[in-house]
């Protein structure tokens, strides 16, 4: 029996944030197929719905990505409980030169929480691929994840074990540092970011044998 592989992906990052507009011109999601290097909430201190609209250029996990260049447009409706719980539904619109469609519907749920200055995140989220969609995570059904962060102040450390559901499991867990910068009222947000991930590659093997060289890319049945 084959040892599971391993890749280890160290990436340094800025990630700015401006209200619930949140852009990003480049986006390695190195847990989460369709979560980037995010800084962990803290637990809603009030009920409330909120409303996102993020754009990547293209899809990229974990340090991989497809031959095509498929850049996102993704609208996401989420409601947080002043209790911790909240749910998310989003879908990621791909625009390029040859594709216009829906390229994949997320549903998320989760429960978040703070103890002075440790925060912590538990997420299940489901994932509906199109057919035709050549995203390299096009094979991963289902995923949860655990996010922790600990603040000292002058830096943040955060860690994130993600168990990933394909046809075979897939594990990964990332070491991050960061810290917070605000502007213009904290209505400008920048956080760079040093993180560094390992993980094992079943997803990136369905996705080669399944999804790379299939005739869906063209919009034809695949042959068996």
């Known amino acids: 029996m084959k040892a599971p592989r391993l890749i280890l992906v160290i990436g340094i990052s800025v990630v700015c944030l401006c209200e619930t507009l949140h852009a990003q011109l480049i986006k390695d999601t190195v847990m989460e197929p369709r ?46 409980h ?17 594709d216009s469609r829906v390229d994949l519907v997320t549903l998320e749920a989760g429960y978040m929480f703070n103890a002075g ?19 390299v995570t096009s094979e991963i059904k289902a995923s949860a994840a655990y996010q922790n962060s600990f603040d000292l102040g002058f830096i943040k450390m955060t860690f994130t074990g993600t168990l990933n559901v394909g046809s075979k499991l897939d594990f990964a867990g990332l070491f991050g540092l960061e810290h917070d910068f605000s502007l213009l009222d904290d209505k400008l947000e920048f956080t760079p970011t040093f993180a560094a991930t390992a993980s094992t590659q079943n ?22």
């Open 35 to 80: 979560d980037s290097l995010t800084v962990l909430n803290k637990s809603p201190k009030t009920s409330h719905l909120e409303a996102a609209m993020s754009y990547q250029n293209n899809d990229v996990y974990l340090g991989r990505s497809d031959s095509s260049v498929l850049p996102y447009y993704s609208p996401a409706v989420s409601y947080y």
């Open 203 to 224: 997803y990136y093997s369905d996705y080669y044998r399944k999804r790379r060289y299939s005739n869906k890319r063209n919009g034809q049945k695949a042959q068996t």
């Open 117 to 135: 200055k440790y925060d912590g995140q538990f997420s299940i989220s489901k994932f509906f691929y199109n057919s035709q969609s050549t995203s």
């Open 82 to 98: 002043k209790s911790g719980l909240y749910t998310s539904a989003s879908l990621s619109y791909l625009k390029n030169a040859t």
